[in-house]
Structure formats: C-alpha cells, structure tokens
C-alpha cells in the first residue's frame, strides 16, 4: 500500500485574464493515504471547491500536479466520482436506471449483464434505497436522492470519492442519518474520500485529518488536524467525549479567531458607516 496515494504538489489556481486575473488558490500541497477520510473546511469562496475539481479533473491546475496511484491527474475519469450538494440525477431514469448508467459504462467490458445488475442492487441496498428501485427522482426525497448520488457514485468503485457538500441541502435529521450511512460504508469498502463542509461536528465525526483552508485569495492550507478517535464513531458518545470536544473547538478557533472572514459587501448593501468600520476590521 503506498503512503501516498493521492498527492497535490504546488498547486496554484488563477482565475481570468490580465488586468482581471486573480489567484484563488496558491501552493497547495496534501498527501493522502488509500482509505483515508479527509475533510476540507474553510470560509466561503476560499477555494475548497477549486481543490476538489482539480483533484476531480474537471478544472486544470494553473501549477503543480495532483497524482493518484502514480498517475497524473488531467481529465475526468472513472477512478474519481463526485457527489455534489444539489443532487444531480437523470430525472427520466428511476433510481434503478440511474446507477445502472453508470456502472454499464464504469463496467462494460469487466462485468456480465447479469455480474451488473448485481452490482447495482448492492449498491443501492448498501444506501437502503432498494426499496425504490422504480421510482423517478421526483418521487423521492432529498436525502433519498442524495443516498442514490452516493450508491451510483460508489457503484464505479473509485479510487477516489469526492464529496462537495453532499449533505448541505439536508434537514439535521436526515444529514445524520447520510453521515453515519457513509460512516459505515468507508468502514465496510474502505474507500478514500475527500470532503467538503460546512460543519465543524460532520468533520471531525466523520474525518481521518481536517484540512482548514486560509481565506482567499491565495488561500491555501492553514492547518491539518489529525482526528485521533477510534473508528467506528458513534455521535452521541462523541458529544461527551473530551478529545471530540478539543479538536471540534481546534477547528472553531481556526475559523473565527486565525481566519475571521469579514464579509465585504457591495457599495450597495452596506450602510455608509459601516464602511469604516469594515476597513478598519479588514485591516485589524
Ligand atoms: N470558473 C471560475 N472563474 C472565475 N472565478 C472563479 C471560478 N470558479 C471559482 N471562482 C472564484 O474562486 C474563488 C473560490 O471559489 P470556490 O467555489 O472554490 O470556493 P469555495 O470555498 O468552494 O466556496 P463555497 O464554500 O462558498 O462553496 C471564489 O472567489 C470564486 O468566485
């Protein structure tokens, strides 16, 4: 098993031209083991997405290289699939067609008709979906279809699973509910994954390290917290364990005392004497 399994080196991001460029992203370097579950957490319009859709090959890095298995990374392909927070199924396939487009294609020429179609209920039962086999995304919920982004994202057996949000858009209840899902998954397939949150309590349940972001521009990694608790996490202990409440207030301080965001808004939104006061933060 290599140590580094999928590493970004020097990774620089500009966006726009000229006058007009700007640099979103600058020296971002990250070392990843095969089964770890990484989290990425940071301000809004730091660049966490940025990260994720270079890592994704969906966006070229201006520098640097990601490498995963001793590959470059310069397009999209099978080996990495991504969920995003808005679920982003076919709304004319059930959720059966759905996973079974993916996977026709992931394996066409590795597996059977029949080795498929077995595939493809096992994951959509690893998701507890396989009740819904013929439903049309319009006839579920949002976690369900969330679940069914995540059984057809694991069902290509990627190497890397990057998530952007993936529970963002879901009431508390359900998030926990995906979470542990997903929890029990990686325990079960041991899969790599790279997330995005919002939610300081969804990092450090969920996450192996926590990479925290700089604010942008040239935002960059701050800092990365290991997340020393034994696996598998179960979030109601968690919540009176001591070292679960120290690297949850590690995160917090990082993002509002080291990294405090002010947000600038337009001339149009803010009041003339909040504008000095603004300056004068931003310069604190
Ligand atoms: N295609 C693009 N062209 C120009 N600028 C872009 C493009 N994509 C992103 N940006 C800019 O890059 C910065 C980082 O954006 P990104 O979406 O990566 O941030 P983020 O941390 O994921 O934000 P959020 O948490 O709000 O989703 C932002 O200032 C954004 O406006």
Redesign the pocket.
Known sequence: MSKHYLSIEGVNKF??QGAKQ?C?LKNVNLNIKKGEYISII??????????LNIVAGLLPATDGVVILDGKEVNSPGPDRSVVFQNHSLLPWLTVYENVALAVNKTFKKTKTAQERHEWILKSLEMVHMSHALDKRPAEISGGMKQRVGIARALAMEPKVLLLD?PFGALDALTRAHLQDEVMKIQAEINSTIIM?T?DVDEAVLLSDRIVM?TN??EATIGEILEIDLPKPRNRIEMADNPKYNRYRQAVLRFLYEKQRKVEVLTSAEKPKSTQASLKKAASA
């Open positions: 966006f726009g700007s979103v940071g301000h809004s319009g730091c660049g966490k997405s940025t990260v949000e995005i919002h972001m942008g521009p």
